[in-house]
């Protein structure tokens, strides 16, 4: 794959759906629609909207999970031996070192791509602080999409009632490090809590 290099879309599609599972793919189209709806909902500006033909909020949801179904080693092997540096969280939790694979992987695919729309796709798992309004949709839209079926269409309403995105990407974010602790997961990240602590500066909380 890394040989191959794509300049449109569709061909982003192609390559998505020849990587990944059928569901992985439904989700991540949703991902990438999802986040174009939550860019126009909210009125956000503050990104870099286009780029060479491609439209930054499809791009980054497209992309935002090529390296998802990685097993663990293989995943943190894949980001050794690329230069990829992972934080001992990702190390220590494989997972969570998808969105940087991703966003590498996606820099082989489309060279060059804006350095913006890459932070959105290697924040999107635990989120990290001083992101712009694409990262923010990117994070909201990841737990949000359709076929997301442990969310009731109640709760996305709910989510969505939020007056800003910001609002909405911070009670995510609570409901999510919550989730991780009442699973015994991982602990919250040093960046999902820098992002919680900027977000509660950004709403006077």
Known sequence: MSDQRICTTEQLSDVLKKTVSERRF???????????MLL????CTDYEKTWNGFEAGYFCGLAHDLCREMPGPVLIEYCRKNGVHLTKWEIESPVLAHGKASAFMAGQLVPGYPE???RAIEAHTTGLNGLDDLAQALFVADFIEPSRTFLTEEKRREYLANP???ACEYAILCDMIAHWKEKGYHDASEGSLLLKRELEEKLGI
Do not use: E, F, P, R
């Not at 991540?28 to 174009?36: F, I, Y």
């Not at 126009?40 to 009125?43: A, S």
């Open 26 to 36: 439904i989700h991540s189209v949703g991902v990438a629609q999802t986040t174009c």
């Open 40 to 43: 126009d909902y909210y009125g």
């Open 116 to 118: 913006s729309w890459k």
């Open 164 to 166: 800003s995105l910001t």
